[in-house]
């Protein structure tokens, strides 16, 4: 059976049961909730500097989508929890409402929201669960791919996670996350048929083995690969196989076929591709470029632009698509303001800043971020405001920019991070700074209830 991942029942059973509280008491009215994390994952000593907003795109194409369906409303009806009346609201629910939010590609701050949905209370409760789930992800993949982007400047990096991702969906919105924070492609082929994406590919040993004789498997992907001719070298001997190739590359020149780059994939990868480099320039192969995969993080990455390793590219997998050393981030969709009162959680150890809010930054006379203020919509400040109206009663403002502006973007950011904030290591939390309005409003409300 295939999973309907586009289905409104893809959600927590308490945002329905909530829904039929709101629907037996009437409570309809306008909610405001941001969508926020609250802290840098790794605690006192975070494993991330920043983190890089991604999302909202198929944010949106949920809201404008969320309804239920006939057969959905059918199986509520019969499952005998909820009321008639109530079912029978739930099949004439759409969302109407308003959405502001950081575009894609933004560098953001715990405690900063990055979405703000500003609808009936039942919509913008039942938004909860889906908006979190991919807003969530694909930022947590972005933030990872940009640390990668900025260890190993000027490379090709390209994401190779898709067989250990978690789950289908989850391969294809890394790819999209990574991409987006400075990837220059994917070899997840529906990721690139869905946003034009360059795809990468080469061969994997099984191609290899298949074959009684290594250079004969070469050979053969030649003629099936002639413009794109990438061979993976280390199944047997890597080095002995790198010799192989001087020799092939001048049989395939004469049939116009030229070799562009060899692949390592196991091993101690800087010490092969530094003996690799050796033999290929030594053959006249000067031009072949080095391509590495296989258990590749961002200190890795780190650790061979430090030592000038001659590796060309990389294709990043597994640690990357599961965020493997922080594998889920902090953060909450809360209700800010109901009926035109601000509300605000106080539970110990999570509580909110209340209201409608808007996030203004500053930047330093060499255009470096240098400090965020959080405050309340109606307190204008005279940095950039980072929240921007993305969707009115339900409906897109704009269509939604192709992923090479957002990745434009993101690049943009990373390139105005402090030289601090861009290195792997801990760094001094960016200041983001309460304004006097929104530390008034709480004092207020602290002192009400």
Not at 45 to 71: C, S
Not at 185 to 207: E, K, Q
Not at 216 to 230: G, R, S, T, W
Request: glycine share 8%; proline share 6%.
């Amino acid at each position: 059976m295939s999973l309907p991942i586009d289905s409104v029942l893809l959600t927590d059973l308490y945002q329905l049961t909530m829904l039929q509280g709101y629907h037996a008491q009437r409570m309809n009215g306008t909610a405001v909730f941001e969508f926020f994390v609250r802290k840098l994952p790794g605690g006192d000593e975070p494993k991330r500097n920043f983190l890089v907003a991604a999302g909202l795109e198929q944010a949106l194409d949920f809201l404008e989508g969320m309804r239920f369906r006939p057969d959905e409303i059918e199986w509520l009806r019969a499952s005998g929890r909820f009321t008639p009346d109530f079912v029978d609201a739930l099949a004439a629910l759409r969302f109407s409402g308003d959405v502001d939010a950081m575009p894609e590609g933004t560098v953001f701050f715990p405690g900063e929201p990055i979405l703000r949905v500003t609808a009936p209370l039942p919509e913008a409760q039942l938004a909860e669960t889906r908006l979190i789930n991919l807003l969530h992800f694909q930022t947590l993949i972005a933030s990872k791919a940009a640390r990668m982007t900025l260890a190993a400047p000027g490379k090709l990096l390209v994401d190779f996670g898709l067989r250990r991702a978690h789950g289908a969906e989850a391969g294809l919105l890394a790819s999209r996350a990574a991409c987006l924070a400075g990837f220059a492609g994917t070899s997840d082929v529906l990721a690139g048929r869905l946003w034009d994406f360059p795809l990468y590919g080469t061969m994997a040993h099984s191609f290899i083995q298949a074959h009684d004789d290594e250079l004969a498997a070469f050979e053969h992907f030649a003629l099936a690969q002639p413009d794109n001719l990438v061979l993976l070298i280390d199944t047997y001997d890597t080095e002995a196989a790198a010799e192989k190739l001087i020799p092939l590359a001048e049989r395939l020149a004469a049939k116009g076929i030229r070799i562009q780059g060899v692949r390592l994939d196991s091993g101690d990868l800087a010490e092969h591709a530094r003996r690799v480099r050796r033999i290929l320039d030594r053959g006249g192969l000067g031009q072949v470029s080095i391509f590495a995969s296989g258990s590749l993080d961002e200190y890795l990455l780190a650790a061979h632009t430090a030592e000038a390793v001659p590796i060309d590219g990389y294709g990043i997998g597994t640690r990357m698509d599961t965020s493997s050393d922080a594998p889920y981030l902090d953060c909450a969709y809360k209700l800010q303001e109901y009926a035109g009162i601000p509300r605000r959680k106080r539970s110990e150890g999570k509580a909110t800043w209340p209201g409608r809010k808007q996030v203004y930054r500053y930047y330093d006379a060499e255009g470096k971020l240098q400090r965020d203020s959080l405050t309340l919509v109606d307190d204008a400040q005279p940095g950039e405001p980072l929240l921007r109206p993305v969707m009115r009663n339900g409906r897109r403002l704009a269509a939604s920019p192709p992923l090479q502006t957002l990745r434009s973007h993101a690049m943009e950011q990373l390139g105005r991070l402090p030289e601090a904030l861009r290195r792997l290591s801990p760094a001094p939390a960016h200041p983001v700074e309460i304004a006097g309005r929104l530390k008034s409003l709480v004092q207020a409300m602290d002192g009400h209830s």
